[in-house]
């Protein structure tokens, strides 16, 4: 019975890791209980092939404590050089009855975010991602974001 289970085990990992052969790159920073508005989350990537073409995603994970129904990034990409792009997303976070949207089995969801596709890199880049969200009405920013606990950053090769 102990190596039945063994094995099934076993054979569980393999297929887990074998599903996400197009990950490059797959990393998180936790902001902890909330993510303040003047806190950047900065990735360093690796060098990539140049030769070959990524798409990008933002990674969050989230609870039931989120009180929007959306959510608003700043993502800059800053190049080898010292350019630098910016972008301003914006991300529906929940359903229309206000349950999250991602997934997970308890009150703790993780969202995978598209940001960016047939994206080419040549050297070392950094990305840099804030939250950038308001209340209705208002123009200063939410202070401190609850509810994001950790936010990644995700590089996939492209078929």
């Known amino acids: 019975m102990r190596i039945k289970n063994s094995g099934i085990l076993i054979l569980a990992t393999i297929l887990l890791f074998s599903c996400d052969k197009k990950r490059v790159f797959d990393e998180y ?7 303040h508005k003047d806190s950047i989350v900065t990735f360093d ?3 990539l092939d140049s030769t070959k073409k990524y798409n990008l995603f933002v990674n969050l994970r989230d609870n039931n404590n989120y009180p929007f129904n959306n959510l608003f990034l700043i993502v800059a990409i800053e ?3 010292g350019f630098t792009k910016v972008d301003t997303l ?3 976070m929940a359903n229309p009855d206000g349950t999250l949207m991602g997934n997970g089995f308890t009150d703790i969801k993780e ?6 596709d047939n ?4 050297g070392k880049y950094k990305v840099h ?10 123009i200063p920013g939410v202070e401190a974001l609850e509810g994001i606990t950790d936010v990644g950053f995700r590089i996939e090769q492209k078929d």
């Open 29 to 35: 920073k936790s902001v902890g209980s909330a993510w």
């Open 45 to 47: 990537l690796p060098v």
């Open 79 to 81: 190049t080898p050089s």
């Open 90 to 92: 914006e991300y529906a």
């Open 111 to 116: 969202s995978k975010l598209f940001y960016k």
């Open 119 to 122: 994206v080419t890199f040549k």
């Open 129 to 138: 991602i804030k939250q950038a969200v308001r209340e209705s009405g208002k």
